[in-house]
């Protein structure tokens, strides 16, 4: 059984910083793209960011929206993949989502809370 | 990137009635249309993906049609655990682009 399991969020000042974590089982997690998407309260949901694997040189991606505030990594021998935050907003507060594909995102974790407030 | 208008934004039904969600592309994406049902407390579940196809341990009562611009999500013979959201995303070009949401709630 695929699971996907997201730690990390929390709430945060306006600045700050925040590494979410992505922890994966039930598949050959080698032979995937990794995303992360995330919804503000209340919002529909917003690609943020995908990283490949070793065949296509763990290359990653962003939406222009984040305007290079994040990174994405990962780490095959643990199964796991990871959303570096930087200088968050109140506008970044959302659920972040772990998610399997190129472009068809066929598992979802469910989720972790990321609040930004002072 | 590609838009996509996904209407209505709120949709009641009650149990056993049919109900469809509508999608539309800003531009020809083929066959390339998922949707996936959010649940409070639970991942998201890829229902149909390529417009039409059901994904695995996706319920009989649920269908997609439509290619190009434009697609469609039947529910038949709606169950109480249908209620929810539902989401329309292309994934025929990079990076993928969701519909805006469908909240489906009992009447």
């Known amino acids: 059984e695929v699971q996907i399991l997201e730690t990390g969020g929390g709430l945060v000042k306006p600045g700050g910083s925040l590494r979410l974590s992505c922890a994966t089982s039930?598949?050959?997690?080698?032979?995937?793209?990794m995303n992360w998407v995330r919804q503000a309260p209340g919002k529909g949901l917003e690609w943020l960011a995908q990283?490949?694997?070793?065949?296509?040189?763990?290359?990653?991606y962003y939406a222009e929206s984040l305007e290079g505030r994040v990174t994405v990594s990962r780490d095959d021998s643990k199964s796991s993949v990871y959303l570096q935050l930087n200088s968050l907003r109140a506008e970044d507060t959302a659920i972040y989502y772990c998610?399997?594909?190129?472009?068809?995102?066929?598992?979802w974790g469910q989720g972790v809370m990321v609040t930004v407030s002072s | 990137d590609v838009q996509m208008t996904q209407s209505p934004s709120n949709l009641a039904a009650s149990p056993g009635e049919s109900v469809s969600i509508n999608c539309k592309a800003s531009?020809?994406?083929?066959?390339?249309l998922a949707w996936y049902q959010q649940k409070p407390g639970k991942a998201n579940k890829l229902l149909i993906y390529?417009?039409?196809t059901v994904q695995s341990g996706t319920p009989s009562r649920f269908s997609g049609s439509g290619s190009g611009t434009d697609f469609t999500l039947t529910i038949r013979n709606l169950e109480p655990e249908d209620f929810g959201l539902y989401y329309c995303?292309?994934?025929?070009?990079?990076?993928?682009?969701f519909g805006s949401g469908t909240k489906l709630e009992i009447k």
């Open positions: 998610t399997r594909g190129y472009n068809l995102l066929d598992y």
């Open positions: 039930g598949f050959n997690f080698n032979d995937y793209f």
């Open positions: 990283i490949r694997n070793k065949d296509y040189n763990y290359a990653t």
């Open positions: 531009k020809s994406i083929s066959k390339y």
């Open positions: 390529s417009g039409s």
């Open positions: 995303q292309q994934h025929n070009e990079y990076p993928p682009t």
